[in-house]
Nanobody, 120 residues
């Protein structure tokens, strides 16, 4: 059994920063990628940033220059540092990880989501 759990959301003012964390736990053999998505009300879920194992991270255009994804492989944890936040960044942010376990092949797991609200 694998769990993916996010934390760190909240309410901030425009221009402020927030750091999200996401930890994967359970019987993990390999983590192939850890990613952040977001979904605003009435919109489709979209990729924010991805951190594939062994390769450079990549970002959505709206995240470039403001958001930074990083991983602590020893802790199976991924972070999303968000700076210069804008009201349009308001969304539920989801962590996703592609993982293999002793009992399964490659499976994508999702966290429960954490709300980020940017408002004055």
């Amino acid at each position: 059994q694998v769990q993916v759990v996010e934390s760190g959301g909240g309410l901030v003012q425009p221009g402020e920063s927030l750091r999200l964390s996401c930890a994967a736990s359970g019987s993990i053999l390999s983590i192939y990628t850890m990613e952040w998505y977001r979904q605003a009300p009435g919109k489709q879920r979209e990729l924010v940033a991805a951190s594939p194992s062994g390769t450079a991270p990549n970002y959505a255009d709206f995240a470039k220059g403001r958001f930074t994804i990083s991983r602590d492989n020893a802790k199976n944890t991924v972070y999303l540092q968000m700076n210069s936040l804008k009201p349009e960044d308001t969304a539920v942010y989801y962590c996703s990880a592609v993982i293999s376990t002793p009992r399964t092949s490659v499976v994508r797991y999702w966290g429960q989501g954490t709300q980020v609200t940017v408002s004055s």
